[in-house]
């Protein structure tokens, strides 16, 4: 025995100088690349939830069908009444009656009215339909109501309110756009009901019609009729006001109409000439001065005034031509020759005629604008004396205006009103309505409900389409990792291997054992697949110290480390599996060994390395350490060094040492063994581990920097496999690998 124990500190020497280094990624460093979402990937989730979109879809289909067929058939009549605008008022008697507001508020009044309580009840007593089998109270009812309710309902002239609510409830009015046509709708169970129904609405409409405006005038005149005394007396009174307080004040109208109906008065008039005369006499005093100063500033014989004077133009032609016939001579005479003194003397006369005249024009335009200066000046001392007498007349006119304005008033609604009066009486005469029936309604030949087909078709697009809705909705709720695609998206670790749920019988074949008890099984080829995964995770050698774990209970871990474990046996390796699981130790139970010396029994110092401590199994290749007895401090025990120790001595030992540890969550026990091996193998059961719990798993791995291997999808259903990928992988080992001679 000592010879063994010192075999095994030189090789575990030898080993521990050897570098272990390994490419792992720590836990919570591993990037996804989001893919592209596929029109495949939705119809995935379909085919993945077609349970709830079948289910969905058959109860939806059948309450329709059965509900269709079960409801009892309804006749639809409709009833097309032309609704014009209010007749042509030639009578002007549009306050009486006419309809106040917009086109879109009188139609709208209309609509309301179709549907109306009181035109309801009119249909109802018309045509007696409260004794009629459809629309009746049940006489159960009744009985059980009041005794005040009793004694309404047999009154015939009242009618229950829930009647009248059902009856208004059948009725459906729909106007046609851009036009003036609605179209009245009623529902019954009788198709010959339907159509009296319908058609006795529009004639009661029309009646209504006809009726309101009738009490409508009739109320009028009568109101005219009263007003009519009281203002005719307004008027008198107020005219006698007007006449006595002109008679008082002097106040005397051109006309006698005016005075009456506010003409001008004699002052006002007068007034009013002054002010045209004066405006007359101050604008020909300007021209009058404007010409005066043209003159008094030039010279008068160049003045423009002065020249324009057709005599003064005569003689001044007269004097030059005279001039110029005297220069002319002066070169053949001498100036005392007696025929140019002649020319001399003729020649002054026409100087002298010429200033004469100037000088007259002249004295003739100031003349002119002294007039009308003076003119002027007269004008607009008489127009202030009348002003002011006019301004006298305006203070004592004030009240007159106030007497006038009440009379005027009066008088104008004294006419009003007998003109009104006399229009009353011709309308109340006429009996037109602006509302006509179109189309009468027709005895409907088969029902509008229920629609069988439409119903039906609506049913299996609703049972379809809302079956997909819940189907997705399921899906946003489901918070479980259920595929690769979840395992690094939502918890951001790589996928190391697919498990696929066991359909067999664990009895005959325990699943445990199903890579040594069935190599042909897809959970055997399961395995292999993951045990190459491990082979060819990292560069250069694989992980020797490798440790299996889960975030929750019953995810499969343990099946998953007995598995893995023989699988890389099948590769001449030797393994040792050590159920560091202190709490729930199950290896023993599944290799039926016993469990008196085991982890625990080593941790603890009672037992040291070699011996009983190492148990061989049926598999080749593959060696147990069980867990022991139960400690009651296994965290304490997986935290001392002997752990240390153990690892070392089977690291020379054994080509893969694997760890069934504990569940990360609620346990410190996998975190600690996590610090001492070279992986972590992470199972998470397929629909069954959330999110959540997967999550917390990755960071207490990544709190204790872990090196980790990968995620195991344990459990997982075809269905939730992309594209159908393992139905496809399980048919090629079935075809391929199946049979042993191909």
């Known amino acids: 025995m000592e010879d063994y124990n010192n075999s095994q500190e030189e090789n575990r020497n030898r080993e521990l100088d050897k570098p272990r280094e390994y490419n792992v990624a720590p836990a919570g460093h591993y990037q996804y690349q989001e893919e592209e979402t596929h029109l495949r990937d939705y119809l995935q989730l379909i085919l993945r939830k077609k349970w709830i979109v079948i289910t969905f879809f058959i109860a939806v289909v059948t309450t329709v069908t059965i509900g269709t067929f079960m409801m009892k058939p309804q006749y639809k009549s409709t009833v097309t009444i032309q609704i014009d605008k209010e007749n042509p008022n030639i009578l002007m008697f549009k306050d009486i009656y006419a309809v106040e ?56 002239n009242i009618i229950d309110s829930s009647l009248v609510d059902a009856f208004i409830g059948r009725i459906d009015v729909a106007p046609q756009q851009k036009s003036r046509l609605v179209n009245v709708e009623f529902s019954s169970y009788d198709s010959e009901l339907s159509a009296k129904v319908a058609n006795t609405i529009a004639d009661s409409f029309i009646s209504l019609n006809i009726e309101s405006k009738f009490e409508a005038t009739q109320q009028a005149r009568d109101w005219i009729e009263k007003q009519l005394d009281v203002m005719k007396a307004k008027v008198e009174r107020a005219e006698e006001k007007l006449n006595a307080y002109a008679a008082r004040n002097e106040i005397i109208f051109l006309d006698k109409e005016s005075s009456g109906g506010g003409g001008e008065n004699i002052i006002t008039a007068r007034l009013a000439e002054l002010s045209k005369a004066l405006t007359r006499a101050t604008t020909n005093r300007i021209q009058k001065e404007a010409i005066y100063k043209t003159i008094s500033l030039d010279d008068p014989e160049y003045s423009s005034v002065v020249m324009v004077n057709s005599l003064i133009q005569s003689l001044k032609k007269e004097y030059v031509a005279l001039d110029s016939e005297y220069n002319k001579n002066l070169k053949i005479y001498k100036p005392d020759y007696p025929r140019m003194i002649r020319m001399r003397e003729l020649q002054d006369q026409t100087k002298k005629k010429l200033d004469a005249e100037i000088k007259r024009v002249v004295l003739t335009i100031k003349n002119d604008y002294e007039t009308a200066l003076q003119r002027e000046k007269n004008l607009t001392l008489v127009f202030n004396r009348q002003k002011q007498r006019a301004l006298d007349l305006n203070t004592r006119s004030i009240q007159y205006q106030i007497l006038k304005r009440e009379a005027d008033t009066n008088k104008e609604l004294y006419k009003g009103l007998l003109q009104r009066l006399k229009e009353t009486g011709i309308s109340a005469s ?19 409900k229920p629609r069988k087909t439409l119903n039906i078709f609506l049913s299996l697009i609703v049972g379809l389409f809302g079956g997909i809705g819940l189907a997705f909705f399921a899906e946003y709720i489901d918070n479980t990792i259920k595929t690769p695609e979840d395992v690094e998206k939502k918890i951001y670790m790589p996928s190391l291997g697919l ?71 099948k590769s001449d390796a030797k393994v040792v599996l050590v159920d560091s699981d202190m709490r729930r130790p199950k290896l023993h139970k599944v290799f039926k060994l016993s469990n008196k010396e085991g982890l625990s029994s080593f941790l603890s110092g009672n037992r040291e390395f070699g011996g009983e401590l190492i148990k061989h199994t049926d598999v080749p290749g593959l060696d147990i350490i069980t867990s022991g007895p139960l400690p009651p401090n296994p965290a304490e025990l997986l935290s001392s060094y002997r752990l240390r120790d153990l690892i070392e001595g089977l690291y020379p030992l054994y080509d893969f040492v694997l760890f069934d540890t504990p569940p990360l969550l609620g346990l410190a026990d996998a975190a600690i063994t996590s610090t001492q091996t070279d992986g972590v193998i992470m199972v998470v059961k397929s629909g069954s581990t959330p999110k959540e719990a997967a999550v917390q798993a990755r960071k207490i791995l990544e709190s204790v920097n872990a090196k980790v291997l990968g995620v195991v999808l344990n459990a997982i259903n075809d269905t939730n496999l992309k594209y159908g990928y393992y139905s496809y992988y399980q048919y090629y080992y079935q075809a391929y690998g199946g049979d042993e001679d191909k």
């Open 101 to 156: 507001g917009t086109d879109d508020a009188y139609y709208s009044t209309q609509y309301k009215i179709l549907k109306s309580r009181n035109l309801a009840r009119r249909v109802i007593r018309k045509l007696q339909l409260d004794s009629n089998p459809e629309f009746a109270v049940k006489r159960e009812e009744v009985e059980a109501g009041s005794m005040l309710e009793q004694d309404k309902l047999l009154d015939e």
């Open 499 to 569: 498990v696929p749920l066991y359909s067999g019988d664990k009895d005959k074949v325990p699943v445990e054992y199903i890579s040594f008890s069935d190599t042909k099984n897809p959970l055997s080829e399961a395995y292999s697949s993951l045990r190459t995964f491990l082979l060819f995770s990292t560069a250069g050698k694989p992980p020797k110290v490798m440790m299996v774990t889960s975030p929750r209970r019953e995810e499969g871990k343990t099946t998953t480390a007995i598995n893995t474990a023989i699988s890389l046996t």
């Open 430 to 448: 006429l009996a037109t309505s602006n509302i006509q029936i179109l189309d009468r309604a027709e005895v409907p030949k088969s029902p509008y």
